[in-house]
């Protein structure tokens, strides 16, 4: 597996066969596991075809595995940026975390992607609260 990231909040590999493996750890590590968890799944429902798809999720060690979506992006126009964030809220989501570092090119069909729903929002679930939202209040 490939290394992408080792941070204090997650492990991120890639395995030989382009799945991602995330491991979530730190500060309200099983909140954001569940969020991300929950995130994914809801736009899977509603057919957003520019994220990762869930395919495991553990609760136990707190790993997610998902469908890659790309390569990172090192240069996009803010405007843009924003277009494709805004662009999730029409399947009822708010990223929470609006970055270019959250956004995949996925080469084989030309598609910009959305990764990292940890933070993310459901803004048709009057329940719903982001662990990162949660914490800010």
Do not use: W
């Not at 995130?39 to 997610?64: F, G, M, S, W």
């Not at 999730?88 to 030309?110: C, F, M, Q, S, W």
């Amino acid at each position: 597996m490939h290394e992408i990231k080792d941070t204090q909040r997650a492990l991120v590999r890639i395995g030989y066969d382009g799945r991602v493996h995330k491991t979530f750890r730190g500060p309200k590590a099983e909140e954001r596991f569940k969020n991300e968890t929950l995130v994914l799944r809801h736009l899977e429902e509603e057919k957003c075809d520019y994220v990762p798809r869930v395919l495991e999720a553990d609760e136990q060690t707190l790993k997610l595995v998902t469908t890659n979506c790309g390569s990172r992006v090192d240069h996009l126009g803010e405007e843009r940026v924003k277009e494709i964030f805004a662009d999730l809220e029409k399947y009822g989501v708010r990223h929470e975390d609006p970055y270019l570092r959250n956004i995949t090119y996925r080469a084989t069909d030309g598609r910009f992607c959305v990764i990292d729903f940890e933070f993310a929002s459901l803004l048709r679930d009057p329940n719903h609260v982001s662990p990162f939202l949660e914490s800010s209040s």
